[in-house]
T-cell receptor, first 115, second 115 residues
Framework: AQKVTQAQTEISVVEKEDVTLDCVYETRDTTYYLFWYKQPPSGELVFLIR??????QNEISGRYSWNFQKSTSSFNFTITASQVVDSAVYFCALSEVPGRRALTFGSGTRLQVQP | GAVVSQHPSWVICKSGTSVKIECRSL??????MFWYRQFPKQSLMLMAT?????????EQGVEKDKFLINHASLTLSTLTVTSAHPEDSSFYIC???????????FGPGTRLTVT
């Protein structure tokens, strides 16, 4: 069975601080995808990144960066110089490949960025 | 990019009535659609997987007679909550995937309130 754990329920930072959101996963599959989504108060999920299990390269996109470490089954997400607009709930998710590819979501981390 | 719509975006209904939620893929053919449910301040939980032209596969604990899913065309899946109760109040989100594609695209969600 697949499982995604986001141990941080809520994080509060002051604007311009860096913040890292942790994600640890469990799966028996050798091939899988990992995702991060942002859910603002409106509720709509915003796709941030998808990472294939074979690709352990870290990725940077603007102020966002992701650290994928297969050895520790972690896929952490860092926001550099946080902004108030980053306030949202962030979900880490996992899907099997191949297969029906439904997503298993973590419990989410609520990020509050104070001005 | 691929767009998935949901209708209605929010609905209030009385206990005991039924309500239908539509999920449409606007610019691609979705052979598979997923329905998720999200209770307040909780994660998204998969309810069922529907493949066009066949019966939906429900997750353990989800009553198939209560949550009727129909995926009659490659662009439309519907979720009908029958005999709704206040505990069915939730945020329902669908996602859609093309055959052979890795990406799945999420709809904006439908907030159901049962009074």
């Amino acid at each position: 069975a697949q499982k995604v754990t986001q141990a941080q329920t809520e994080i509060s930072v002051v604007e311009k601080e860096d913040v890292t959101l942790d994600c640890v996963y469990e799966t028996r599959d050798t091939t899988y995808y990992l995702f991060w989504y942002k859910q603002p108060p409106s509720g709509e999920l915003v796709f941030l990144i998808r990472r294939n299990s074979f690709d352990e390269q870290n990725e940077i996109s603007g102020r966002y960066s992701w650290n994928f470490q297969k050895s520790t089954s972690s896929f952490n997400f860092t926001i550099t110089a946080s902004q108030v607009v980053d306030s949202a709930v962030y979900f880490c998710a996992l899907s099997e490949v191949p297969g029906r590819r439904a997503l298993t979501f973590g419990s989410g981390t609520r990020l509050q960025v104070q001005p | 990019g691929a767009v998935v719509s949901q209708h209605p975006s929010w609905v209030i209904c009385k206990s005991g009535t039924s309500v239908k939620i539509e999920c449409r893929s606007l610019d691609f053919q979705a052979t598979t659609m997923f329905w998720y449910r999200q209770f307040p301040k909780q994660s998204l939980m998969l309810m069922a997987t529907s493949n066009e032209g066949s019966k939906a596969t429900y997750e353990q604990g989800v009553e198939k007679d209560k949550f009727l899913i129909n995926h009659a065309s490659l662009t439309l899946s519907t979720l009908t909550v029958t005999s709704a109760h206040p505990e069915d109040s939730s945020f329902y989100i669908c996602s859609a995937r093309e055959e052979g594609a890795y990406e799945q695209y999420f709809g904006p969600g439908t907030r159901l309130t049962v009074t």
